[in-house]
Protein backbone atom coordinates (compact mmCIF):
# COMPACT_ATOMS: atom_id res chain seq x y z
CA UNK A 1 0.00 0.00 0.00
CA UNK A 2 1.38 3.49 -0.38
CA UNK A 3 -0.06 7.12 0.50
CA UNK A 4 0.86 8.87 -2.68
CA UNK A 5 -1.34 10.96 -4.83
CA UNK A 6 -1.14 9.60 -8.12
CA UNK A 7 -2.35 11.89 -11.14
CA UNK A 8 -3.05 9.88 -14.28
CA UNK A 9 -2.92 12.12 -16.96
CA UNK A 10 -4.73 10.71 -19.83
CA UNK A 11 -6.98 11.87 -23.11
CA UNK A 12 -5.54 14.94 -24.62
CA UNK A 13 -6.19 16.63 -28.00
CA UNK A 14 -4.49 14.59 -29.72
CA UNK A 15 -5.05 12.35 -32.49
CA UNK A 16 -4.50 9.22 -30.38
CA UNK A 17 -7.17 10.44 -27.90
CA UNK A 18 -9.19 7.32 -27.75
CA UNK A 19 -6.03 5.52 -27.37
CA UNK A 20 -4.74 7.86 -24.17
CA UNK A 21 -8.18 7.18 -22.31
CA UNK A 22 -8.04 3.51 -22.85
CA UNK A 23 -4.56 3.31 -22.20
CA UNK A 24 -5.29 5.90 -18.57
CA UNK A 25 -8.24 3.99 -17.82
CA UNK A 26 -6.23 0.74 -17.33
CA UNK A 27 -3.15 2.27 -15.68
CA UNK A 28 -5.91 4.40 -13.12
CA UNK A 29 -6.90 1.11 -12.40
CA UNK A 30 -3.96 -0.93 -11.58
CA UNK A 31 -2.78 1.71 -9.59
CA UNK A 32 -5.84 2.14 -7.19
CA UNK A 33 -5.24 -1.25 -6.88
CA UNK A 34 -1.80 -1.33 -5.82
CA UNK A 35 -2.99 0.97 -3.34
CA UNK A 36 -2.03 4.65 -4.45
CA UNK A 37 -4.87 7.37 -4.00
CA UNK A 38 -5.66 8.40 -7.48
CA UNK A 39 -7.10 11.48 -9.71
CA UNK A 40 -7.99 10.75 -13.42
CA UNK A 41 -7.04 14.48 -15.30
CA UNK A 42 -8.71 14.37 -18.76
CA UNK A 43 -6.11 16.95 -20.21
CA UNK A 44 -6.75 19.72 -21.89
CA UNK A 45 -5.38 23.74 -22.37
CA UNK A 46 -5.87 24.49 -18.39
CA UNK A 47 -3.69 21.72 -17.27
CA UNK A 48 -0.94 23.34 -15.66
CA UNK A 49 -3.73 25.07 -13.60
CA UNK A 50 -5.28 22.05 -12.73
CA UNK A 51 -2.15 20.64 -11.52
CA UNK A 52 -1.24 23.23 -9.57
CA UNK A 53 -4.45 23.09 -7.73
CA UNK A 54 -4.08 18.95 -7.01
CA UNK A 55 -0.42 19.23 -6.47
CA UNK A 56 0.18 15.38 -6.94
CA UNK A 57 3.27 13.29 -5.43
CA UNK A 58 3.51 11.59 -9.50
CA UNK A 59 1.87 12.59 -12.65
CA UNK A 60 1.97 9.22 -14.36
CA UNK A 61 1.75 10.38 -18.32
CA UNK A 62 -0.51 8.26 -20.37
CA UNK A 63 -1.27 11.04 -23.10
CA UNK A 64 -0.39 10.06 -26.72
CA UNK A 65 0.77 12.12 -29.45
CA UNK A 66 1.61 15.37 -29.83
CA UNK A 67 2.07 17.71 -26.55
CA UNK A 68 1.92 14.50 -24.57
CA UNK A 69 5.10 12.67 -25.56
CA UNK A 70 6.80 15.34 -27.72
CA UNK A 71 8.56 17.41 -24.64
CA UNK A 72 5.89 19.79 -24.05
CA UNK A 73 3.74 18.19 -21.52
CA UNK A 74 7.02 17.03 -19.67
CA UNK A 75 7.76 21.02 -19.50
CA UNK A 76 4.87 21.62 -17.61
CA UNK A 77 5.55 19.00 -15.22
CA UNK A 78 9.48 20.21 -14.97
CA UNK A 79 7.82 24.21 -14.25
CA UNK A 80 5.73 22.74 -11.84
CA UNK A 81 8.06 20.64 -10.01
CA UNK A 82 6.09 17.84 -10.04
CA UNK A 83 7.92 13.88 -10.57
CA UNK A 84 6.83 12.03 -13.63
CA UNK A 85 7.17 9.00 -15.15
CA UNK A 86 8.65 8.02 -18.59
CA UNK A 87 11.15 10.05 -20.47
CA UNK A 88 12.12 13.99 -19.97
CA UNK A 89 11.89 16.83 -22.15
CA UNK A 90 15.01 16.15 -24.79
CA UNK A 91 14.62 12.66 -25.06
CA UNK A 92 10.69 13.17 -25.53
CA UNK A 93 10.97 15.93 -28.13
CA UNK A 94 14.11 13.88 -30.09
CA UNK A 95 12.10 10.40 -30.04
CA UNK A 96 9.02 12.59 -31.28
CA UNK A 97 10.84 13.80 -34.53
CA UNK A 98 11.19 10.27 -36.53
CA UNK A 99 13.95 12.38 -38.72
CA UNK A 100 16.44 13.61 -36.13
CA UNK A 101 15.64 10.47 -34.02
CA UNK A 102 16.67 8.64 -36.87
CA UNK A 103 20.12 10.39 -37.35
CA UNK A 104 20.86 9.69 -33.62
CA UNK A 105 20.19 6.38 -34.16
CA UNK A 106 22.92 6.33 -37.10
CA UNK A 107 25.19 7.75 -35.24
CA UNK A 108 24.96 5.16 -32.39
CA UNK A 109 25.37 2.51 -35.18
CA UNK A 110 22.05 1.14 -35.44
CA UNK A 111 20.92 0.09 -38.58
CA UNK A 112 18.24 2.67 -40.34
CA UNK A 113 16.16 2.69 -43.88
CA UNK A 114 17.57 5.17 -45.98
CA UNK A 115 15.42 8.68 -45.70
CA UNK A 116 14.63 11.90 -46.21
CA UNK A 117 13.03 14.91 -44.80
CA UNK A 118 10.75 17.13 -47.43
CA UNK A 119 7.76 19.48 -47.01
CA UNK A 120 4.61 17.16 -48.57
CA UNK A 121 4.58 20.02 -51.08
CA UNK A 122 7.61 19.18 -52.51
CA UNK A 123 6.75 15.76 -53.30
CA UNK A 124 3.91 16.45 -56.34
CA UNK A 125 3.60 13.75 -59.35
CA UNK A 126 6.96 12.74 -59.41
CA UNK A 127 8.43 9.84 -56.80
CA UNK A 128 11.03 11.00 -54.21
CA UNK A 129 12.74 8.45 -54.39
CA UNK A 130 12.52 4.75 -56.35
CA UNK A 131 9.69 3.09 -54.92
CA UNK A 132 8.85 0.64 -52.87
CA UNK A 133 8.74 3.68 -50.12
CA UNK A 134 7.31 4.92 -47.42
CA UNK A 135 5.56 8.32 -46.69
CA UNK A 136 4.65 9.47 -43.17
CA UNK A 137 4.26 12.16 -40.70
CA UNK A 138 7.85 13.61 -39.17
CA UNK A 139 5.64 14.59 -35.61
CA UNK A 140 2.91 11.44 -35.30
CA UNK A 141 2.09 8.21 -33.37
CA UNK A 142 0.06 5.03 -34.07
CA UNK A 143 0.40 5.02 -37.61
CA UNK A 144 -1.59 7.56 -38.44
CA UNK A 145 -0.42 9.56 -41.83
CA UNK A 146 1.35 6.43 -42.99
CA UNK A 147 1.29 5.26 -46.88
CA UNK A 148 2.94 2.83 -48.52
CA UNK A 149 3.70 3.54 -52.02
CA UNK A 150 4.20 0.09 -53.85
CA UNK A 151 6.73 -0.47 -56.61
CA UNK A 152 4.31 -0.77 -59.35
CA UNK A 153 2.51 2.78 -58.72
CA UNK A 154 3.15 5.44 -61.26
CA UNK A 155 3.07 8.66 -58.71
CA UNK A 156 2.90 9.55 -55.28
CA UNK A 157 -0.56 9.11 -53.73
CA UNK A 158 -2.72 13.16 -54.12
CA UNK A 159 -3.93 12.74 -50.41
CA UNK A 160 -0.34 13.80 -49.46
CA UNK A 161 -0.47 16.73 -51.09
CA UNK A 162 -4.09 17.48 -50.62
CA UNK A 163 -6.31 19.84 -47.93
CA UNK A 164 -7.25 16.05 -46.56
CA UNK A 165 -3.83 15.64 -44.60
CA UNK A 166 -3.85 16.47 -41.25
CA UNK A 167 -0.65 15.40 -40.03
CA UNK A 168 2.15 18.46 -40.66
CA UNK A 169 3.44 19.76 -43.50
CA UNK A 170 6.92 18.00 -42.80
CA UNK A 171 6.99 14.35 -43.65
CA UNK A 172 9.48 11.70 -43.93
CA UNK A 173 10.05 9.59 -46.93
CA UNK A 174 11.78 6.33 -46.27
CA UNK A 175 13.12 3.02 -48.25
CA UNK A 176 10.20 0.36 -47.69
CA UNK A 177 12.23 -2.50 -45.88
CA UNK A 178 10.49 -5.61 -46.54
CA UNK A 179 9.90 -8.28 -43.83
CA UNK A 180 8.42 -9.30 -40.63
CA UNK A 181 7.17 -6.44 -37.82
CA UNK A 182 9.03 -7.38 -34.81
CA UNK A 183 9.09 -4.87 -31.57
CA UNK A 184 10.99 -4.85 -28.21
CA UNK A 185 10.66 -2.77 -24.88
CA UNK A 186 12.93 -1.38 -22.42
CA UNK A 187 12.03 -1.18 -18.91
CA UNK A 188 14.89 0.86 -17.10
CA UNK A 189 18.20 -0.05 -18.50
CA UNK A 190 16.62 -3.86 -19.04
CA UNK A 191 15.63 -4.71 -22.96
CA UNK A 192 12.27 -6.66 -22.31
CA UNK A 193 11.24 -10.08 -24.52
CA UNK A 194 10.90 -9.69 -28.82
CA UNK A 195 7.71 -9.93 -29.79
CA UNK A 196 6.78 -10.22 -33.48
CA UNK A 197 3.65 -8.64 -34.94
CA UNK A 198 1.34 -10.14 -37.34
CA UNK A 199 -1.04 -8.25 -38.51
CA UNK A 200 -4.55 -9.20 -39.55
CA UNK A 201 -6.58 -8.35 -42.41
CA UNK A 202 -4.92 -5.21 -42.94
CA UNK A 203 -1.55 -4.16 -45.10
CA UNK A 204 0.66 -3.37 -41.93
CA UNK A 205 0.40 -3.04 -38.56
CA UNK A 206 -1.53 0.35 -38.83
CA UNK A 207 -3.72 2.28 -35.96
CA UNK A 208 -6.63 -0.71 -36.31
CA UNK A 209 -4.18 -3.28 -36.31
CA UNK A 210 -2.98 -1.50 -33.15
CA UNK A 211 -5.84 -0.81 -31.29
CA UNK A 212 -8.85 -3.18 -32.54
CA UNK A 213 -9.70 -6.21 -30.77
CA UNK A 214 -8.86 -8.96 -33.27
CA UNK A 215 -6.04 -6.63 -35.76
CA UNK A 216 -2.91 -8.31 -34.76
CA UNK A 217 -1.92 -11.12 -33.51
CA UNK A 218 1.48 -10.99 -31.05
CA UNK A 219 3.66 -13.74 -31.15
CA UNK A 220 6.07 -13.46 -27.83
CA UNK A 221 8.60 -14.38 -27.52
CA UNK A 222 9.20 -14.08 -31.78
CA UNK A 223 10.24 -17.31 -33.63
CA UNK A 224 13.51 -16.41 -34.79
CA UNK A 225 17.14 -17.28 -34.51
CA UNK A 226 18.54 -16.89 -30.75
CA UNK A 227 21.27 -14.52 -32.67
CA UNK A 228 18.87 -12.01 -34.29
CA UNK A 229 16.59 -12.11 -31.26
CA UNK A 230 19.00 -10.97 -28.75
CA UNK A 231 20.24 -8.74 -31.81
CA UNK A 232 16.99 -6.43 -31.61
CA UNK A 233 16.96 -6.45 -27.50
CA UNK A 234 20.55 -4.98 -27.86
CA UNK A 235 19.68 -2.62 -30.44
CA UNK A 236 16.77 -1.62 -28.53
CA UNK A 237 18.64 -0.87 -25.42
CA UNK A 238 20.86 1.08 -27.34
CA UNK A 239 18.87 3.40 -28.79
CA UNK A 240 16.94 3.42 -25.44
CA UNK A 241 19.91 5.30 -24.41
CA UNK A 242 21.15 7.14 -27.20
CA UNK A 243 17.78 8.97 -27.08
CA UNK A 244 18.16 9.73 -23.26
CA UNK A 245 14.96 7.80 -22.24
CA UNK A 246 13.67 6.95 -19.04
CA UNK A 247 10.79 4.66 -17.44
CA UNK A 248 9.46 2.49 -20.46
CA UNK A 249 10.39 2.60 -24.07
CA UNK A 250 9.67 0.64 -27.26
CA UNK A 251 11.88 0.39 -30.14
CA UNK A 252 10.06 -1.07 -33.72
CA UNK A 253 11.88 -3.21 -36.50
CA UNK A 254 11.95 -4.69 -39.62
CA UNK A 255 13.48 -7.74 -39.95
CA UNK A 256 13.93 -9.19 -43.92
CA UNK A 257 14.68 -12.81 -43.96
CA UNK A 258 13.72 -14.08 -47.53
CA UNK A 259 16.72 -14.88 -48.48
CA UNK A 260 18.61 -15.55 -45.24
CA UNK A 261 18.18 -16.29 -41.39
CA UNK A 262 20.88 -13.47 -40.92
CA UNK A 263 18.80 -10.93 -42.85
CA UNK A 264 18.66 -7.18 -42.42
CA UNK A 265 17.32 -5.91 -39.03
CA UNK A 266 16.45 -2.10 -39.42
CA UNK A 267 15.64 0.13 -36.81
CA UNK A 268 12.38 2.18 -37.44
CA UNK A 269 11.46 4.46 -34.79
CA UNK A 270 11.60 4.52 -30.79
CA UNK A 271 7.98 4.92 -28.79
CA UNK A 272 8.36 6.98 -25.71
CA UNK A 273 5.19 6.20 -24.55
CA UNK A 274 4.10 2.95 -25.54
CA UNK A 275 0.23 1.60 -25.13
CA UNK A 276 -1.07 0.84 -21.82
CA UNK A 277 -4.37 -0.59 -23.08
CA UNK A 278 -5.30 -4.22 -23.25
CA UNK A 279 -3.59 -4.73 -26.27
CA UNK A 280 -0.42 -3.18 -26.11
CA UNK A 281 2.81 -4.69 -26.68
CA UNK A 282 4.94 -3.46 -23.53
CA UNK A 283 2.56 -4.78 -20.87
CA UNK A 284 2.51 -8.04 -22.65
CA UNK A 285 6.25 -7.88 -22.74
CA UNK A 286 6.62 -7.39 -19.02
CA UNK A 287 4.33 -10.18 -18.31
CA UNK A 288 6.95 -12.29 -20.63
CA UNK A 289 9.25 -11.40 -18.21
CA UNK A 290 7.16 -11.94 -15.08
CA UNK A 291 5.96 -8.61 -14.15
CA UNK A 292 2.20 -8.34 -13.81
CA UNK A 293 0.60 -5.02 -14.78
CA UNK A 294 -0.32 -3.99 -11.30
CA UNK A 295 4.16 -4.36 -10.96
CA UNK A 296 4.55 -2.39 -14.03
CA UNK A 297 2.72 0.76 -13.14
CA UNK A 298 4.21 0.34 -9.59
CA UNK A 299 7.64 0.50 -11.05
CA UNK A 300 6.97 3.05 -13.40
CA UNK A 301 5.48 5.39 -10.43
CA UNK A 302 8.19 4.57 -8.08
CA UNK A 303 10.82 5.10 -11.21
CA UNK A 304 8.76 9.02 -11.59
CA UNK A 305 11.43 11.91 -10.96
CA UNK A 306 11.72 15.65 -12.47
CA UNK A 307 15.04 16.76 -14.58
CA UNK A 308 14.36 13.17 -16.33
Same mark, same amino acid.
Given at each position: ???K ?11 ? #? ?18 ? #? ?21 A ?10 D ?61 P ?14 V ?11 I ?5 ? #? ?15 L??G ?11 V?P ?44 G? #? ?62
Amino acid at each position: MSDKHVAVLMGGFSSE #RPVSLSSGTACADALEGEGY #RVTRVDVGRDVAAVLSELRPDVAFNALHGPFGEDGTIQGILEYLEIPYTHSGVLASALAMDKHQAKHVAKASGIPVAEAKAMSRFDIGNAHPMKPPYVVKPVREGSSFGVVIVQENQSHPPQIIGSSEW #RYGDRVLVERYVYGRELTCGVMGDVALGVTEVVPLSHAFYDYDAKYAEGGSKHVIPAQISPNIYQKIQTLALKAHQAMGC #RGVSRSDFRYDDRFSENGEVIWLEINTQPGMTPTSLVPEMAGHAGHSFGELVRWMVEDATCLR
